[in-house]
Every structure is written in C-alpha cells, then in structure tokens.
C-alpha cells in the first residue's frame, strides 16, 4: 500500500489569489487613509505653527525696539504675546485630552 500525501483543505488557485489580491488592495487601501490623515495633521501643524513664528517675531521685533523710555510698555506687551501662546496652547491640550474623555466613555 502506497501512501499519497493529499491536504485536507485543498484551495483552487483562482481562490488563492484573489485572497491575496484582496490583502494587498486592504494594505493599500489602509496605508492611502494613513497618508491622508498624515497630510491633513501635517497642514493643521504648519497652519499653527506659521501663527506661533509671527508671534514670536512680533516678540523680538519688539525686544530690538525696546529702549530706555519704552521698556516697561514693551515688556509688557511681551510678556502679554507669551501669555497669549501659554494660554492657546493650553487650552488646545485640554480640547485633544476632553476629545479623548468623550470617545473613551461609554454611553
């Protein structure tokens, strides 16, 4: 008696490879939405950013026009642009960390 090896689960080729045909279009379909949602943060990023640089700019512009008659009205008007990005910023920390609580919570 010969013994022939025959699988259990046989799997026609056609079927083979339209299981990895639909793999391979998941992949590519999930790494084009990962690239879309990287090129929406990224714009959001650069769009805050160019802000917080003006502002910055404002501040040493007004550091190089600060002299012995108007330096406390310019320190003050500095100290009031880094409270403004202080304050922006934390409050954009605490809309991300309440987004996070409401997804997190069942309802």
Known sequence: MVASFEPYFMV???TLWIIIGAIIVCFVVGIYLQDLK??????AYWKANRHNVDRFTNIQKFTLEMNARNWAAMRDSIYR???TIV???FRKEMD???KVRETKTPQ
């Not at 990287?38 to 714009?43: C, K, L, P, R, W």
């Open 12 to 14: 026609k080729k056609s």
């Open 38 to 43: 990287h090129q929406e943060s990224t714009a």
């Open 81 to 83: 642009e880094m409270d």
């Open 87 to 89: 304050i922006l910023r």
């Open 96 to 98: 991300s960390l309440n």
